[in-house]
């Protein structure tokens, strides 16, 4: 398996884990994982990633999205982790997670935020692991309109890790 950066060329891929991910009713509250050209308007251009497999095939994906057009943000951004869920398991979201803090420490980001469903452990472990935090819960932050949840009000954990080399002056 080897991280590069996301090309159009992996829209397809990207939109399709995406997709599938969904399925489980505990990564998001979109219910329609939408064109690339959506995934392409919703994310910044910067830090996006992909994990391939030797034959490069595209298992996973990671990216930015912005929280605020106020400056006072500017090095702040929310992280997206997709892993293929015929991969779960084989330290892929690790690996991506891991180089999406590097890289976007590298592009001057001093804190990244994750908001995960309580129900998702593995998500949250792996965050921990990689020096997040939880700093709080969102109670009933949204309702589902599909999946095993459908109607039901959900909470989201707010997760944040902050640089320790970036914004740090």
């Not at 020096?131 to 954990?157: H, I, S």
């Amino acid at each position: 398996m080897n991280i590069r950066t996301m090309t159009e060329d992996d829209g397809a891929a990207v939109v399709d884990i995406y997709a599938r991910g969904m399925l489980s009713g505990n990564a998001t509250f979109q219910d329609d994982a939408g064109t690339w050209d959506s995934w392409d308007n919703g994310h910044l251009k910067e830090c996006r990633l992909v994990a391939c497999r030797d034959d490069a095939q595209v298992v996973g994906w990671a990216g930015l999205s912005g929280l605020s057009s106020r400056c006072v943000y500017r090095g702040v951004a929310e992280i997206s982790v997709y892993v293929d869920p015929d991969c779960h398991g084989q330290g892929i979201g690790k690996a991506l997670l891991a180089a999406l803090i590097a890289e976007s420490e590298k592009q001057g980001f001093w804190s990244l935020e994750a908001g995960i469903f309580p129900e998702n452990e593995a998500s949250i472990a792996l965050h921990h692991g990689l020096g997040f935090e939880t700093v709080g819960r969102k109670r009933g932050l949204g309702r589902m309109n599909y999946g095993p949840m459908a109607g039901q009000w959900r909470d989201v954990m707010l997760l944040q890790r902050r640089s320790k080399i970036v914004g740090i002056e």
